[in-house]
């Protein structure tokens, strides 16, 4: 009899939850049962409250448990885990989760399907179809179908890729180089990590195809190092190309090169900033560097650059494979395509949720989310990451779409989504934006990196209650200040989160103790 | 954490596995962290010879980034995110329990643990997370929080 497949997510969250401890005891529950089982490592669904979520395949079926914990597997396998036997933690046939099946998944297709790992599996599943498709058609045709399917760089800025890349195929030089953007640093954001850890060779073959289009032969991924375990996939699954010739010299005969570095980041925000990305990967202190020039005309040791996220870069294969049209055929106005939405902090359900734009936040935070995880009433939301504003209630139903969210001075940045409830204190939060910037700030410019202390010293006199109208005023001018004149969006959007404060939540630097008024 | 004296021959090899490449100076540096626990003058000193570049610009990139320590951590590095996700999860309310459990402030060290702060872990959805000697742990409680720790003690 076939070893029967068993399969335990090797992504962070999920070990953080426990995951391994899980995987140890199947296998040696199984061993004690003398079940042959087959034991595969996967990416996460991005169904991150369910973790670990555990399969088992039967009948070609896949059956899941959720919230499994190590001293639930001996119970689940007297209840006949292996032939998908009932028991307080099974869940269903996966494709049938709610939360799952009601997504867009185009970018993330293959996360949790698969074996991250397994060239194999990957290759079962579409991989290094779309490079395939990307030689047959030829760089003009890529860059054309990217323009068309309207995909904009999902790190936060929402720059057009299509645009960037025809940039960098025009520019003149022997030498050009893809830099995957992977320093995820926003709280409430991990779909980079979800992608890499669990379709890694999914991003690869992503640059694989920039580069064919715009003639680089070399390409970056500029990770951060608080994402161990993605380091050591990523490392796997480069070496993987390596030995079977999907990266290296003239890849299966196609007369194209390409090879990737894989480059750790050192623990400062500022560096998922681009032009300070490009610093650090030359080696130097991530200092954000004047533009023009743009990194894609002058990026990474002076030579022509694309620049683009995890996201962003892994989700062209699917637009060589099913067109740029069927992409852009979803979504609203000016943002096409789908994003990865993660819902975090205060919340019943968090976990990524990929869906086309249009949606708000209310379906997301409701629908998908079931509400706070205390069970309070959501008080604040705090959209792409801790340069993005406090969203109060009120406007939840606000459609995600780059341009709507600019309209109520917000943004959608890389779809982080965190939740707070009423017992959050709103004033604390403005001050934490500030602390956070000058912990953060790389200190090229004066408005940022004084800007930011004077900003937290100025929100404690207000708590304290002293001055408070002065100083309110004196607020909101440092806050034009930092917009207006700071180099790069570390200090030019800080200001977001504590205008949005200011805006709606006033009273909550009213009630501190010692007020005067 | 594995925290070594710096050994200039072992320094010289990882230098040497990157092939001496002063583009490759932050990546060098993580090689020290890992094997030595911290970046000391010493080693500033034969960056700056091996790479050709001056002590001050070596010293520049080290003090530049949080990971790189210039003094010895202690026996295990506890990390706590401070961001937003975590916060909303209460966050600031496991600090203050982590400095009364350890005896440590944040930013500080003794002999046996480094407490230190992190902005994101990337572990959003299982809020508040932590990290202990580079593994992370997620839906920390401060129930929790104590049975991590008196594991990785007791593993050590």
Redesign the interface.
Same mark, same amino acid.
Request: glycine content about 10%; aromatic content about 8%; hydrophobic content about 40%.
């Given at each position: 009899m076939a070893a029967t497949k068993v399969y335990v997510p090797r992504e962070? +969250?999920a070990?953080?939850?426990g995951a391994d401890d899980v995987a140890i005891e199947i296998a040696r529950q199984a061993k004690k049962s003398g079940d042959s089982i087959e034991l595969i490592r996967n990416g996460s669904w991005g169904a991150?409250?369910l973790?670990p979520l555990v399969e088992v395949l039967v009948d070609d079926e896949r059956i899941a448990y959720g919230n499994v914990a190590a001293h639930d597997v001996a119970e689940m396998f007297t209840s006949g885990f292996l032939t998908g036997g009932d028991h307080a933690r099974r869940l269903g046939p996966t494709i049938e989760i709610p939360y799952l099946i009601n997504q867009d998944r185009w970018t993330f297709w293959r996360c949790g399907l698969i074996e991250s790992l397994s060239l194999g599996d990957f290759q079962q599943h579409a991989g290094f179809k779309a490079i395939g498709r990307a030689f047959e058609m030829g760089a003009d045709a890529v860059i054309e179908a990217v323009k068309t399917s309207g995909l904009r760089g999902r790190g936060g800025a929402g720059f057009p890729a299509g645009i960037k890349w025809q940039t960098v195929a025009d520019a003149t030089g022997d030498q050009k180089y893809i830099a995957c953007n992977a320093d995820?640093?926003?709280?409430?954001?991990?779909s980079d990590?979800i992608l890499m850890e669990g379709d890694p060779l999914g991003l690869i073959e992503g640059m694989m195809i920039a580069g064919f289009a715009v003639g680089a032969n070399r390409g970056y991924i500029y990770l951060?190092?608080?994402?161990?375990?993605t380091h050591s996939i990523l490392t796997r699954a480069i070496a993987t190309a390596r030995e079977s010739g999907w990266l290296g010299e003239n890849i299966q005969d196609s007369g194209f090169d390409f090879d990737v570095e894989l480059?750790?980041? =050192?623990?400062?925000?500022v560096c998922g900033e681009e032009t300070a990305m490009l610093e650090? $990967?030359?080696?130097? +202190?991530?200092?954000v560097r004047y533009k023009p020039p743009l990194p894609a005309i002058s990026g990474l040791?002076g030579k022509p650059t694309v620049v683009n996220n995890v996201v962003t870069l892994a989700s062209v294969p699917n637009i060589m494979n099913l067109g740029g049209e069927k992409y852009a055929s979803f979504g609203v106005n000016r943002s096409t395509g789908t994003l990865a939405f993660? $819902? =975090?902090?205060?919340?019943k359900r968090?976990?990524?949720v990929e869906k086309a734009f249009g949606i708000t936040l209310r379906e997301l935070i409701q629908d998908w989310g079931d509400g706070t =995880?205390s069970g309070r009433p959501v008080k604040a939301v705090?959209v792409g990451g801790?340069l993005g504003a406090y969203i109060p209630e009120e406007q939840l139903d606000t459609p995600l779409d780059y341009e709507a969210f600019i309209e109520i001075g917000a943004m959608v940045g890389h779809g982080?989504i965190?939740?707070?409830?009423d017992t =959050?204190d709103m004033a604390q939060?403005a001050r934490?934006a500030m602390e956070?910037c000058a912990?953060?700030s790389?200190g090229k410019c004066t408005p940022c990196r004084i800007g930011s202390t004077r900003g937290v010293e100025v929100i404690d006199r207000m708590v304290e209650g002293i001055e408070r109208e002065d100083n309110y005023d004196l607020l909101v001018e440092l806050c034009d200040t930092m917009e207006d004149a700071s180099l790069c969006a570390m200090g030019g959007m800080t200001p977001f989160p504590v205008r949005s404060v200011l805006k709606y939540f006033a009273e909550d630097f009213s009630s501190a103790v010692g007020a005067d008024e | 954490m594995t925290t070594k004296a710096f050994d200039k021959q072992a320094a010289t090899e990882i230098i040497a596995s990157f092939e001496s490449? !002063?583009?490759?100076?932050?990546?060098i @540096?993580?090689g020290f962290i890992s094997r030595f626990g911290w970046i000391s003058e010493d080693a500033i000193r034969l960056l700056a010879t091996k790479l050709n570049l001056s002590r001050a610009e070596v010293h520049?990139?080290v003090s530049?980034?949080?990971?790189?320590r210039t003094s010895p951590p202690g026996k295990h590095v506890i990390k706590i995110c401070q !961001?937003? !996700? &975590?916060? !909303?999860?209460g966050s600031r309310e496991l600090s203050t329990h982590a400095e009364a459990a350890l005896g440590v402030d944040l930013h500080s060290s003794n002999e046996n643990v480094t407490l230190e702060p992190?902005? &994101? @872990?990337?572990? &959003?959805? &299982?809020?508040p997370?932590i990290?202990v000697d580079?593994k992370?742990?997620?839906?920390v409680s401060a129930d929790r929080f104590d049975d991590i720790v008196a594991a990785v003690g007791e593993s050590s």
């Amino acid at each position: 009899m076939a070893a029967t497949k068993v399969y335990v997510p090797r992504e962070t +969250a999920a070990i953080s939850v426990g995951a391994d401890d899980v995987a140890i005891e199947i296998a040696r529950q199984a061993k004690k049962s003398g079940d042959s089982i087959e034991l595969i490592r996967n990416g996460s669904w991005g169904a991150t409250w369910l973790e670990p979520l555990v399969e088992v395949l039967v009948d070609d079926e896949r059956i899941a448990y959720g919230n499994v914990a190590a001293h639930d597997v001996a119970e689940m396998f007297t209840s006949g885990f292996l032939t998908g036997g009932d028991h307080a933690r099974r869940l269903g046939p996966t494709i049938e989760i709610p939360y799952l099946i009601n997504q867009d998944r185009w970018t993330f297709w293959r996360c949790g399907l698969i074996e991250s790992l397994s060239l194999g599996d990957f290759q079962q599943h579409a991989g290094f179809k779309a490079i395939g498709r990307a030689f047959e058609m030829g760089a003009d045709a890529v860059i054309e179908a990217v323009k068309t399917s309207g995909l904009r760089g999902r790190g936060g800025a929402g720059f057009p890729a299509g645009i960037k890349w025809q940039t960098v195929a025009d520019a003149t030089g022997d030498q050009k180089y893809i830099a995957c953007n992977a320093d995820e640093g926003d709280s409430g954001t991990f779909s980079d990590r979800i992608l890499m850890e669990g379709d890694p060779l999914g991003l690869i073959e992503g640059m694989m195809i920039a580069g064919f289009a715009v003639g680089a032969n070399r390409g970056y991924i500029y990770l951060r190092s608080e994402y161990p375990l993605t380091h050591s996939i990523l490392t796997r699954a480069i070496a993987t190309a390596r030995e079977s010739g999907w990266l290296g010299e003239n890849i299966q005969d196609s007369g194209f090169d390409f090879d990737v570095e894989l480059h750790l980041g =050192a623990g400062s925000y500022v560096c998922g900033e681009e032009t300070a990305m490009l610093e650090s $990967l030359e080696g130097k +202190a991530g200092i954000v560097r004047y533009k023009p020039p743009l990194p894609a005309i002058s990026g990474l040791f002076g030579k022509p650059t694309v620049v683009n996220n995890v996201v962003t870069l892994a989700s062209v294969p699917n637009i060589m494979n099913l067109g740029g049209e069927k992409y852009a055929s979803f979504g609203v106005n000016r943002s096409t395509g789908t994003l990865a939405f993660q $819902l =975090a902090g205060n919340i019943k359900r968090g976990g990524l949720v990929e869906k086309a734009f249009g949606i708000t936040l209310r379906e997301l935070i409701q629908d998908w989310g079931d509400g706070t =995880a205390s069970g309070r009433p959501v008080k604040a939301v705090q959209v792409g990451g801790p340069l993005g504003a406090y969203i109060p209630e009120e406007q939840l139903d606000t459609p995600l779409d780059y341009e709507a969210f600019i309209e109520i001075g917000a943004m959608v940045g890389h779809g982080g989504i965190v939740v707070f409830d009423d017992t =959050a204190d709103m004033a604390q939060q403005a001050r934490f934006a500030m602390e956070f910037c000058a912990v953060e700030s790389c200190g090229k410019c004066t408005p940022c990196r004084i800007g930011s202390t004077r900003g937290v010293e100025v929100i404690d006199r207000m708590v304290e209650g002293i001055e408070r109208e002065d100083n309110y005023d004196l607020l909101v001018e440092l806050c034009d200040t930092m917009e207006d004149a700071s180099l790069c969006a570390m200090g030019g959007m800080t200001p977001f989160p504590v205008r949005s404060v200011l805006k709606y939540f006033a009273e909550d630097f009213s009630s501190a103790v010692g007020a005067d008024e | 954490m594995t925290t070594k004296a710096f050994d200039k021959q072992a320094a010289t090899e990882i230098i040497a596995s990157f092939e001496s490449r !002063a583009e490759m100076l932050v990546q060098i @540096l993580h090689g020290f962290i890992s094997r030595f626990g911290w970046i000391s003058e010493d080693a500033i000193r034969l960056l700056a010879t091996k790479l050709n570049l001056s002590r001050a610009e070596v010293h520049g990139v080290v003090s530049y980034y949080h990971d790189f320590r210039t003094s010895p951590p202690g026996k295990h590095v506890i990390k706590i995110c401070q !961001a937003e !996700a &975590c916060q !909303a999860m209460g966050s600031r309310e496991l600090s203050t329990h982590a400095e009364a459990a350890l005896g440590v402030d944040l930013h500080s060290s003794n002999e046996n643990v480094t407490l230190e702060p992190v902005y &994101c @872990l990337g572990n &959003c959805a &299982c809020s508040p997370a932590i990290m202990v000697d580079g593994k992370t742990y997620g839906r920390v409680s401060a129930d929790r929080f104590d049975d991590i720790v008196a594991a990785v003690g007791e593993s050590s």
